[in-house]
């Protein structure tokens, strides 16, 4: 069974950082791709980033370019999620999930090709 833990979040002053981790146990990460998301209260899942277990790439949602990056420790099998420069309305319980090799690149855009999740970790950015 495929599980993934989220931890690292927490509070934060606007303009701060945090780093969240997505720790894999059971699979070896680099066989799937990996997404970021996050969702707001009252607000739809939104897709951050995901690392593609094709070419390695890390694609970003233009909301956090060039704020936060994904970065990858194969000999910990653990995803990193880098988030600088953060803003009230990056709050949110954010979650890493895993599809499975074979679909269209531009598919693992879309939350629904994601069939594995973590539970969440909640990251509060405010003074």
């Known amino acids: 069974q495929v599980q993934l833990v989220e931890s690292g979040g927490g509070l934060v002053q606007p303009g701060g950082s945090l780093r969240l981790s997505c720790a894999a146990s059971?699979?070896?990460?680099?066989?799937?791709?990996i997404g970021w998301f996050r969702q707001a209260p009252g607000k739809e899942r939104e897709g951050l980033s995901y690392i593609s277990y094709s070419d390695g790439i890390t694609r970003y949602a233009d909301s956090v370019k060039g704020r936060f990056t994904v970065s990858r420790d194969n000999a910990k099998n653990t995803l990193y999620l880098q988030m600088n420069s953060l803003k009230p309305e990056d709050t949110a319980v954010y979650y890493c999930?895993?599809?499975?090799?074979?679909?269209?690149?531009?598919?693992?855009?879309?939350?629904?090709?994601?069939?594995?999740w973590g539970q969440g970790t909640q990251v509060t950015v405010s003074s």
């Open positions: 059971t699979f070896t990460l680099d066989y799937y791709t």
């Open positions: 999930a895993a599809a499975e090799p074979g679909y269209s690149e531009s598919y693992y855009g879309d939350l629904r090709a994601y069939d594995y």
